[in-house]
């Protein structure tokens, strides 16, 4: 396979947007600072044409998001800031960027398209008529698509323009640390790997909880919801790294072909295995149509009808306006089959259950039985537990790894064209025939509809 050589220039569409402030920005700071971001950086807007004001701008977006940041490297970014003002539609927009990009003697250049996905088609044509897609690569943010027939459009719109090789397909999922110890976790551990199949599983819960509503987003969710805001690309994302075979090699390809196999391995979803709810009051808010009936909570069941998983329940929920914010996988075993330890009666030995916490405070927790104290033979569950964070000091955040993947050219953590369609393949018949919405109070685990789906077992209520 061909490697990219590494990419000489950044240009930024959507440089005054509210990705590149919050996340893009600060991601660059950690990569300067790194020394990994040695090359001329262009921020393309449409909003602003005053180069000064944009640079105290990046400066700003850098000091709300990091405390104590180094005023010298901000200063060193900033001074590698070009700003192009012009409509993404103009092709003078891109002839001046194409000038500016030879001007700085650069072939190699990494295009990153932070701008909402209706303009991704047009870009993308703009990009190659200036001949900038004849080396450059392209990183496309999510939502890519919005079902299946207009992903499938958008690929062949890509892959008519530049090399799947050369396109790199976020989600911020991937890039964090937490999410791909997943992988470590399971292969770099033998005492795992025998027990996790149906032999031993009994169910996988996985939670996305945010207790913020749509914070000035409405517009934008309202057009989304939960299912296609978070589980058709991050959750579907942590479901395959759970349940995938251990891939052959680390390299990009290796880890798709396992994940492309899960996702072959599930049905589409049942909607009657769905619950969607609308916390009480978004349709209130800002941007929110009157009488909406998004979902801004979603719950399913997924199957994986593979010899490993077949008939292990995959629980899937996320949602916004909820009780706590956490991200959390809960592997549920099998309850050993002699009560031997319930000498003073039920309920007996709790299931294990394995945790992993993929939120801030990421880390493990094992629920093992221990005997409690007493003259009795009675267990009581008691958390053996690792923060990640404590024990290995901090780790990069998922933006700076990501674009620092896409200037190295290492596909690893993005999605490939066929993961992408796999998951829309998979959610579709709930976009085609979503379920009726249940309201439920801000601040609540969500509607308690969703309680029937999980086989009376209950969610697990998440520990961070
Ligand atoms: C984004 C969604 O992709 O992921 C947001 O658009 C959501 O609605 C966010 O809040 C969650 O990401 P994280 O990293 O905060 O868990």
Known sequence: MTVLPRADALVLFGATGDLARRKIFPALYHLAKAGRLDMPVVGVARSIDDDAKFRADVARS??????????????RLCRRIHLICGDYADPATFATLAATLATAGTHDAVHYLAIPPAMFPVVIE????????????????????????????????????VPEQRVFRIDHYLGKEAVEDLLVFRFANTFLEPIWNRNYVAGVQVTLAESIGVEGRGAFYDSVGA???????????VVALLAMEPPVGPEARHLSDEKVKVFAAMSPI?????????YEGYCEEPGVGAGSTTE????????????????????VRAGKGLAASATEVVVVLRRPPAMLFDEMGPPGPAANLVRFRLGTDDGVTLTVNAKQ???HLDSLPVDISVDFADALGTRQQAYERLIGDAIDGNQRRFGRQDLVEETWRIVQPVLDTPPPIHPYPRGSWG???????VDGQGWAVPEH
């Not at 049942?270 to 609308?278: I, L, M, Y």
């Open 296 to 315: 801004t909570y979603v719950a399913c069941r997924l199957a994986i009808e593979s010899w490993r998983w077949a008939g292990v329940p995959f629980w």
């Open 447 to 453: 509607p308690a509809e969703a309680a029937a789906l």
């Open 227 to 237: 299912l296609r805001d978070v589980v058709q690309n991050h959750l579907m994302q």
């Open 126 to 161: 703009s990009l190659a008529t200036a001949g900038l897609t004849e080396r450059g690569r392209v990183v496309v943010e999510k939502p890519f698509g919005r079902d299946l027939a207009s992903a499938q459009e958008l690929n062949r719109i890509v892959a008519a323009r």
């Open 62 to 75: 850098i000091n709300d998001a990091i405390e104590d940041a180094d005023a010298t490297v901000i200063d």
């Open 373 to 375: 104290p007493g003259p």
């Open 270 to 278: 049942d909607p009657h295995q769905v619950v969607r709810g609308q």
